[in-house]
């Protein structure tokens, strides 16, 4: 009978310690606020007239519209995460992470947009050595900038590096949001991330996706149709870290190629309208083409207030003519502080330049300026205040187009909660 007592009690002292290796966190943002926004794009083509880049381009117009919403994440993506770990003994570990965008105001409270599978991996870690998972994940310069950031990544327009608004897309070739200056996430991504050591931390990528099959013409009639042949998105990333002290330093560099069969070089089309210079994304990599991406950064915590400087660089090439490309740099500078135990601030500046080869050849200056307050009414729920410009001047298409520039101002007022 003892025996058997002590047997029940081993069992049970053995189910306590392997719940306790393991754990599950549902974490997550609810962010909604009120946005008020004005633009002004200038040079549009009238109705019924040629796009930009075309010589019998003849007429211009300025475009200006307002707006104000109720609306979800305009500080930070609202989204529902669950992470979990379990100890595998002898410093070793195994992680889980899985997080969507949800969007509070709409009736559909899970985000249906590309970007709902925010992050979802598996991995394993070693004490002294890092940690390497699988799946979809932030790329190296995605999780930098959110360590050099003054605005700390928010929605709004102004941040010139994450950016809402970088200019019209008609007049640039490119798509506005966020991944003007780099690529946020991918999915089918190997990443590797170190510990620290003496200051340093390293992480790499290694990005695959390919599928080749045979080319086939299939003919129906007069009309003929190819299909089939290589269809690949690969990439690959390093990042480094350096903390000493108050001072952090970060470099940056990440390249994605894609190649398939779709899309050709239009020699009747605008380079601002020419498909063949889509920018790799997240959700289906690119299309014909090599994009290069770097950021360097800096922060160094005075105590009274936090300075930050950043860089980034961009450049997208077409595979089947390199002679066609979209290439974007900018800088930025920054400051954050608490001004009172409760009250916290912030503000930014930076310019750069977009340039573009190919029909069109447009060119433009970019410039943006931010500032935001928090009023922490706890630890995890902020009321914040958020004003930014940006905007595009000196825009320039050749074969005779119309000059033209865009800019944007917004606020926002809202309230974020964190769980």
């Known amino acids: 009978m003892k025996k058997s007592l002590l047997a029940v009690a081993a069992m049970g002292a053995f189910a306590s310690a392997a719940h306790a290796q393991s754990s599950v966190t549902v974490y997550g943002i609810l962010d909604v606020g009120y946005v008020g926004s004005n633009t002004r794009a200038s040079g549009q083509t009238q109705a019924g007239n040629p796009g930009p880049g ?14 104000n919403t109720f609306t979800s994440s305009p500080q930070q993506t609202s989204r529902l995460g669950f992470k979990g ?17 949800l969007a509070p105001n709409s009736n559909q409270n899970i985000s249906t947009s590309s970007s709902q599978n925010r992050q979802t991996f598996i991995g394993l870690q070693k004490k002294g050595i890092g ?31 994450y950016s809402a608004y970088t200019g019209s897309a008609t ?10 200056a780099y690529t946020t996430r991918t999915s089918n991504q190997l990443k590797f991330v ?14 695959a996706n390919n599928q080749n099959n045979n080319q086939v013409t299939l003919t129906s009639g ?30 940056n560099y990440q390249a994605f190629t894609s190649k398939n069969p779709a899309t050709t070089i239009s020699t009747t089309t605008s380079l601002s309208s020419n498909p063949a210079i889509a920018l790799w994304n997240t959700a289906s990599g690119g299309s014909n083409v090599q994009d290069n991406q770097a950021y360097l950064a800096a922060t160094y915590d005075f105590g009274i207030l936090k300075a930050y400087a950043q860089w980034s660089s961009r450049k ?50 970019l410039t943006a300026w931010q500032l935001g307050s928090n009023y922490w009414l706890s630890k995890r729920t902020n009321l914040y205040a958020i004003y930014g410009q940006s905007g595009t001047s000196n825009v320039s298409v050749t074969n005779g187009g119309n000059p033209q520039s865009y800019n944007a101002n917004a606020y926002a007022l809202g309230m974020r909660h964190t769980f």
């Open 85 to 101: 770990t379990e100890d595998l003994g002898g410093g070793a570990s195994a992680f889980f992470t899985i997080e969507m965008a």
């Open 54 to 67: 075309t010589a019998t381009q003849t007429g211009a117009a300025v475009i200006k519209s307002t707006g």
């Open 316 to 365: 997208a090439t077409a595979q089947q003519n390199n002679n066609y490309y979209v290439k974007r740099q900018a800088q930025q500078i920054g400051v954050r502080s608490f001004i009172t135990p409760t009250i916290e601030a912030w503000a930014s500046i930076g310019n750069g330049r977009y340039t573009a080869e190919g029909l069109g050849s447009p060119t433009a200056n």
């Open 222 to 251: 007069s009309t003929q149709t190819v299909v089939g042949g290589i269809n690949n998105q690969n990439g690959w990333g390093l990042g480094a870290d350096y903390t000493w002290n108050k001072l952090l330093v970060t470099a």
């Open 171 to 180: 007049a640039l070739g490119a798509n506005s949001g966020s991944t003007d």
């Open 131 to 161: 940690a390497v998972s699988a799946g979809t994940q932030y790329t190296p310069i995605h999780i930098a900038v959110g360590k050099t950031d003054p605005g700390q990544q928010n929605q709004m327009v102004g941040n010139i590096i």
């Open 194 to 207: 170190s510990d620290n050591f003496a200051g340093f931390q390293g992480t790499a990528i290694v990005v």
